[in-house]
């Protein structure tokens, strides 16, 4: 269910931008935490934020209009606000000046995940494969295993803002005169200081290194899918703990297959004479080596063969996905004077065939519809 932002802020839906803001100044003025420290207005504070931050920016506002939430596909994808810490953004944007106080924050902290591109060829996506990959990446500190103090000395608390990780100043602003805070340059607002750091890590409990990983691929990845390897990330500040390695695939394209999910495509060249009579071709196919492909006597241009499992195998089931020739009918254009002569017996021979003036039809559905995909794959790339 999406949330009422207009109804947040109190305004119609048609509000222009200058209502909205003004909706939002009032509604700011009497519940920023600076002016009411009670509870239920600072969540309140948090929703307007949140709703001006989305009624003033165009293309999340049409998104609400359209019936949707952009802060939950925002939050979905990991990117969306995290708690308060992402209203300063707009706080400040807004009023010009600092966010809430929150007190210092902590030395130990999580590390980043970190992301790295793969590419493999479509051999390898059908198989599964274990690649070695060289990471450089932040890992614990193996002097002070993460204190990123020297020896047996301890950080102490920080002068200049007095432990309290942030500085703060009074600032005259729409609100009146407002208490605000910004991280104390110094501590960098952990409100402690190392006086001995560790001399290896400087204090930061963590050093850059080369690692090398192995990485499992399953089979039936496919472009753009990403492999997660929980706590393979960067070690955090004060060697917090690790965020997540994302290995993401990137598929080189295969000179002879087109990849549309589980199924491929491949395109087969037929002789006239040979789609006429019939024939069997050979394709070598992914995971199933040569494999027979039977072209049966009177085959059209643009006909399709399917080879039943002969595709890719789905990432979870395993269950393969089908591989669809298409034929294509080449007539042959250099004739020596023997080849014209037993075409033109033949044509004798076949009095009734001749050309016929038709309206012009869109190609039968399935073969039209396979086409215009594999066009966008091709195209896609
Ligand atoms: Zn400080
Ligand atoms: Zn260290």
Request: charged share 25%.
């Amino acid at each position: 269910m999406a949330r009422d932002y207009y109804g947040l802020l109190g305004v119609s839906k048609g509000a222009s931008d200058t209502e909205i803001k003004r909706a939002y100044r009032r509604l700011a003025r009497e519940l920023h935490p600076d002016v009411n420290p009670d509870e239920e207005a600072q969540a309140r504070f948090r929703e307007i934020s949140v709703a001006y931050e989305v009624l003033s920016d165009p293309e999340k506002r049409r998104i609400v209009d359209l019936g949707g939430d952009p802060m939950e596909t925002a939050s979905a994808a990991g990117n969306g606000f995290s708690g308060f810490g992402g209203l300063g953004d707009v706080f400040e944007a807004f009023f010009g000046g600092g966010t809430a106080s929150r007190g210092p924050i902590g030395r130990v902290r999580p590390g980043s995940d970190s992301l790295l591109r793969m590419r493999l060829d479509l051999e390898e996506c059908a198989t599964g494969v274990t690649k070695q990959v060289t990471v450089d990446t932040a890992v614990l500190c193996d002097l002070c295993h993460g204190k990123g103090t020297h020896g047996n000395s301890t950080p102490v608390t920080c002068d200049t803002c007095g432990g309290r990780g942030e500085i703060q100043t009074v600032q005259r602003s729409l609100l009146g005169q407002v208490m605000t805070s910004r991280p104390c340059p110094v501590c960098g607002g952990v409100g402690e200081v190392i006086p001995d750091p560790c001399h290896r890590c400087g204090g930061d409990g963590r050093v850059r290194a080369r690692r090398d990983i192995s990485v499992k691929i399953p089979a039936g990845v496919g472009d753009g899918m990403r492999v997660r390897l929980a706590a393979q990330g960067e070690v955090g500040p004060g060697g917090g703990p690790a965020g997540d390695l994302y290995v993401e695939v990137h598929e080189k394209q295969h000179p002879t297959f087109v990849r549309d999910g589980d199924d491929l495509h491949c395109t087969i060249s037929v002789p006239m004479v040979d789609a006429a009579l019939g024939t069997t071709v050979t394709v070598d196919a992914i995971l199933d080596g040569p494999t027979e492909i039977t072209i049966p006597a009177g085959t059209q241009p643009g006909a399709i063969t399917t080879l039943r499992g002969h595709g890719m195998p789905h990432l979870r089931s395993g269950v393969r996905g089908d591989l669809h020739a298409h034929i294509d009918v080449v007539v042959p254009t250099r004739l020596d004077n023997e080849d014209i002569e037993l075409l033109r017996k033949f044509k004798e021979r076949r009095t009734r065939d001749e050309a016929e003036v038709r309206s012009t039809q869109a190609p039968a559905s399935t073969a039209s519809g396979l086409f215009s995909r594999l066009r966008e794959t091709f195209t896609g790339r």
